[in-house]
């Protein structure tokens, strides 16, 4: 039982726990986590992706070997604060004030002088200069056979600070778990001016109710000037809760709104390709003049007709419409986003008469024909339609727990570093002729720099009462 | 003008770095004091780039990788100014300057302009995060030379009869005393970073942590700098093994900041 409890409360495990944490962290930034199984098999092969699938290595921070290391950690940490504690309570208890043999023999930074004047004369030159160099608190205390004694010390408290950051990493863990357990999050799409009060969970993509309703009122978005780099995008959301309306407020990224617990976030836009509008135009090859140029409106799936110059008549079906155009591998249109960013679409024109044929029409390249046959060039002027907000929902009860640690460990590991526990005791003896003086000094932390200082106070004591 | 600025501040930088090799082969007090002199310059020259470029940007001008690693050497040479007015280690910028003017003379190679901000960029916690993240590459970066300073020295004094180099490099109490100050700075800047990072994060992507590459970079980087800590506070490793961690650590750093950026894809697509 000793054996386990000094196990679990060793620094060495600490310090193995670390190290293996960093490393098997590695592993989850080489390896991209949580993707399609059938790209891991393109990327791996089979035996590979076998292999790794049963270490856990495509979600490696959620593997059975990765919560074990982080509750091991817990369990370390937990067991040196528990053997800390019962040590340092009974130092604290045990703390002499006055300089005994006993203390002199424990602290190695001790100095001895023996001086030619008197306890009483050297009393107040010692006091002032362990009062300008120490400060902290002085406990003076007149001694029996003549002797006298002084005890200072400095940040009394910093023993505690150990605690403090150590607990706030269990306060930070605690939440994660909480987050993990408790929280759910989730995005839903709103087209402007619609409603909804259902979201889909990211993981698992079920479907999941808010518990009210959230109203798209408007959607706005501002690009850099001359590109396609949004520099904002915010939208204008009402909640109604059981009809009625609660709030009203303009998000935007890095500006959430919270409501009952959920908070929603500004994560993306789009366009709505199936219920916008389309503007063709429509003219002649080689023709001079923009009279015979035509537009029509067109939905995305619908279809208009119109009669060329040479009095036949021809029909334009819309087939498809991407709003951000590009060809796969293997050389298949798709649409990256749902934001329009490259705008195509693919018509069907049927020329009574002939045989119909297809084509992409690109508002980014109208010189662009694929088809020279048709004695008509079709251009896609535009595309009006709503947008839509893409908005992220969560509920996350953990993360006050989360920030609770995340300051305490702020806090904590600037003071854990920075105050150290420092103490000085002197004794003055009476001696004849004069009197001796004993210093003894100890820091918990920072011991070069308090050795410097124990340093600096000897030669002070020597200058000013040898002279 | 902070293109100027900036390029003056480069010359300082060379000229200093020139100044302090020379001293370290002269071992002429004067040279360490020319070098000394020369980087102060440096640093006002710079610190007026950074806030020219501020002013014309209308933010915190750490976006992109010329950008970064001009924050990073200024950071470097503010945490090296303020350990050679405690502690007076000339010889510390024998290696400082030049590291800092090598990942300087690189940012001439990559583009100045100013980048516009992308929504998620927009936001309180950047200045914050980016300063302290800094700072503590700064700090990591001065530890790396102090290391190696230390293990050169000791080299020295394992030799019968000590070189020249003997001389001119600080006692090895001296660099790990710097040692332990720098990483004492540098560990609470880099928690400072991680968990600024995090509240953005929650504040922008509605999640505090969701072990993006350069996330969990930093977080592998605080691993073993606190594992460092405790070698070295609880198991009393000192000297030799402190320093070759601290170039151990070092390295992780860089990848955190460059690597991750160069060869990993992620949320931070800037250094």
């Known amino acids: ?467 | 003008m902070n293109i100027l600025c900036f390029k003056l501040a480069l010359a300082a930088y060379l000229a200093a770095t020139v100044f302090y090799l020379i001293f370290l082969v002269s071992m002429k007090k004067g040279m360490a004091r020319m070098g000394q002199a020369f980087t102060i310059a440096g640093f006002v020259l710079h610190t007026a780039a950074i806030l020219t470029r501020y002013a014309e940007a209308g933010h915190l001008p750490v976006i992109s990788l010329y950008e970064s690693l001009s924050f990073f050497a200024w950071a470097t040479i503010l945490v090296f100014l303020i350990c050679d007015y405690r502690s007076h280690i000339p010889s510390l910028g024998s290696f400082v300057l030049p590291l800092t003017s090598i990942s300087l003379i690189y940012t001439l190679a990559l583009p100045s302009h100013i980048e516009p901000l992308n929504p998620a960029l927009q936001s309180a916690w950047r200045g914050i995060h980016t300063i302290s993240a800094f700072l503590g590459y700064g700090a990591f970066a001065v530890a790396f030379c102090a290391a190696i300073i230390y293990l050169l020295q000791e080299r020295q004094l394992k030799r019968k009869k000590p070189g020249a180099l003997y001389y001119r490099l600080p006692s090895l109490e001296t660099l790990d005393f710097l040692s332990h100050k720098v990483l004492a700075f540098g560990f609470p800047c880099l928690t400072i970073a991680i968990i600024t990072g995090s509240m953005w994060a929650s504040s922008a992507w509605g999640s505090y942590w969701s072990w993006d590459p350069k996330e969990t970079w930093s977080l592998i980087t605080w691993f073993v700098y606190a594992a460092m800590i405790h070698t070295r506070v609880a198991a009393g490793w000192r000297g030799k093994k402190a320093s070759y961690l601290a170039i151990i650590g070092f390295l992780f750093v860089m990848f955190t900041f460059l690597g991750v950026s160069l060869l990993l894809k992620g949320l931070h697509t800037y250094g």
């Open chain 1, 1 to 467: 039982m000793k054996r386990i409890i000094k196990f679990f409360s060793s620094i060495k495990l600490a310090i193995i726990l670390l190290i293996s944490l960093a490393f098997t962290s590695i592993i989850g930034t080489v390896i991209a986590q949580k993707q399609n199984p059938v790209l891991y098999v393109q990327h791996y092969g089979e035996g590979l992706y076998k292999l790794f699938r049963s270490m856990g290595f495509f979600d490696v921070y959620h593997s059975w070997w990765f919560i074990l290391l982080l509750i091991l950690l817990s369990i370390n940490i937990l067991f040196c604060a528990l053997r800390r504690l019962l040590r340092d309570l009974r130092h604290l208890r045990l703390s002499p004030t006055r300089l005994d043999d006993e203390t002199a023999r424990k602290f190695n930074l001790s100095h001895s002088m023996m001086l030619d004047k008197a306890v009483s004369e050297c009393k107040d030159k010692v006091l002032s200069i362990i009062k300008k160099d120490m400060g902290g608190t002085i406990k003076q205390e007149q001694g029996e056979e003549g002797g006298f004694f002084f005890f200072s010390e400095k940040n009394r408290h910093s023993w505690t600070f150990f605690y403090l950051t150590h607990l706030s990493i269990l306060i930070i863990l605690l939440g994660g778990i909480l987050s993990a357990v408790l929280g759910i999050k989730g995005y839903m799409q709103i087209l402007e001016g619609e409603k909804t009060d259902k979201f889909y969970e990211y993981a698992s993509q079920n479907e999941y109710s808010l518990g009210f309703t959230v109203r798209c009122d408007k959607f706005e978005i501002e690009y850099y000037p001359n590109t396609m780099r949004p520099k904002d995008y915010k939208s204008t959301l009402s909640i109604l809760d059981q009809g009625r309306e609660i709030l009203k407020k303009i998000i935007e990224v890095n500006k959430p709104l919270h409501y009952r617990g959920m908070t929603i976030y500004q994560s993306s836009y789009g366009e709505d390709t199936s219920s916008g509008n389309l503007v063709l135009q429509v003219k002649p090859m080689n023709a001079e003049s923009t009279e015979l140029f035509q537009e029509f409106n067109v939905a995305a799936g619908g279809s208009f007709e119109f009669t060329g110059a040479d009095g036949i008549k021809r029909q334009v079906k819309v087939l498809r419409f991407l709003p951000d155009f590009a060809m796969d591998g293997q050389g298949k249109a798709f649409s990256k986003s749902n934001q329009l960013k490259n705008p195509a679409v693919q018509i069907m024109v049927t020329k009574e008469g002939d045989t119909p044929f297809a084509l992409w029409c690109f508002q980014a390249y109208p010189d662009f024909h694929m088809i020279k046959k048709g004695e008509y060039i079709y251009t896609l002027k535009g595309y009006k339609g709503r947008m839509y907000t893409g908005l992220q929902v969560g509920k996350d009860p953990g993360i006050w727990v989360v920030w609770l640690g995340c300051i305490l460990l702020m806090i904590g590991v600037v003071l854990v570093l920075y105050s150290s526990h420092q103490r000085i005791w002197i004794r003055l003896t009476p001696e004849k002729p004069g009197c001796g003086l004993q210093i003894v000094g100890h820091a918990d932390k920072n011991k070069i720099g308090f050795e410097n200082k124990f340093k600096y106070i000897c030669q002070e004591l020597t200058d000013s009462l040898k002279q």
